[in-house]
């Protein structure tokens, strides 16, 4: 499905550059749930927007089914991005003056794709989530926890090949944190869905099939899940982290 190599990825900085992503590798199976975890400053939202073709790679290969995501540019570029790629953002960024399922038909209405199939599929999505009651009220009228499984359902609308997420939870209490994450699980069972989220919240990140720690712009350690309860994953989650910690002291 994804497979990231050696990545490389450095900002200007004055007259010279600082290297925040150092030779990433890795990989998010077809139906996979991953997370990407790591302290502030550790290059996971860089690593994100590159995966989002959203910034320029400086070196590396970053392949989504085979097709190769660093040389695209242009209307190719375009199309991946709305006919491959889901989005969810931190924010939601639902759009006040459109209901919530104008909200969720949004990217077909962009590429060109909303016909009676998009409205049903919108619908379907809507019966999913649980958000079928509220299809016809605005953003406002609306809670966080819904706002969040609105953008979930907009995000999977063209289904794409991959749902990328950074720092989804991260505004909200702890209920409605766990109804986005429910409706990840909710996406990966009903749809198949294969989801590549970043988050420094070890709850969230307990949930995931597999947990990739970065430190410093390159993989510290990747944890699989395997047949742990989850529980037991946050807390070896948490003991990595720890371990981290000491490393670097
Ligand atoms: N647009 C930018 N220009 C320059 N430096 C940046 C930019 N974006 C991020 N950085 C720097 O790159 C490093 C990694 O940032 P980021 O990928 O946002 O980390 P994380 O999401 O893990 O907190 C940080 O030191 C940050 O200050
Ligand atoms: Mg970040």
Redesign the pocket.
């Known amino acids: 499905m994804l497979t990231v190599q050696n990545l490389h990825k450095a900002?200007?900085?004055g007259k010279t550059t600082?290297e925040?992503l150092k030779g990433i590798s890795l990989e998010v199976g077809d139906g996979e749930f991953v997370a990407v975890m790591?302290?502030?400053?550790?290059?996971?939202?860089?690593?994100l927007n590159c995966i989002s073709c959203y910034l320029p790679a400086d070196a590396g290969s970053i392949r989504l089914n085979g097709g190769e995501l660093t040389r695209l540019r242009g209307d190719a570029l375009a199309a991946v991005r709305n006919r491959r790629l889901g989005f969810v953002f931190q924010d939601f960024l639902l759009l006040d003056g459109l209901t919530v399922r104008e909200n969720i038909l949004l990217p077909a209405i962009i590429g060109g794709t909303a016909d009676a199939q998009a409205e049903a599929r919108a619908d379907r999505l809507c019966a999913i989530f649980g958000i079928a009651a509220i299809a016809q009220k605005y953003p406002a009228e609306i809670s966080g926890g819904e706002k969040q499984r609105t953008a979930v359902a907009r995000a999977l609308i063209n289904e794409p090949l991959l749902i990328l997420a950074d720092e989804p939870t991260g505004n909200l209490d702890s209920k409605s944190a766990r109804a986005v994450i429910r409706s990840f699980e909710q996406a990966k069972a009903a749809l198949g869905a294969t989801i590549f989220m970043?988050t420094h919240d070890s709850y969230a990140a307990s949930f995931c099939d597999r947990v990739v720690i970065?430190r410093d712009g390159v993989v510290w350690r990747t944890l699989g899940r395997e047949r742990r309860e989850r529980a037991a994953f946050q807390d070896a989650l948490l003991d990595s982290i720890r371990e981290m910690g000491r490393e670097g002291a």
Do not use: W
Not at 38 to 47: H, I, Y
């Open positions: 900002y200007p900085m600082c925040v790591g302290p502030s400053g550790s290059g996971k939202t860089t690593l970043v970065l």
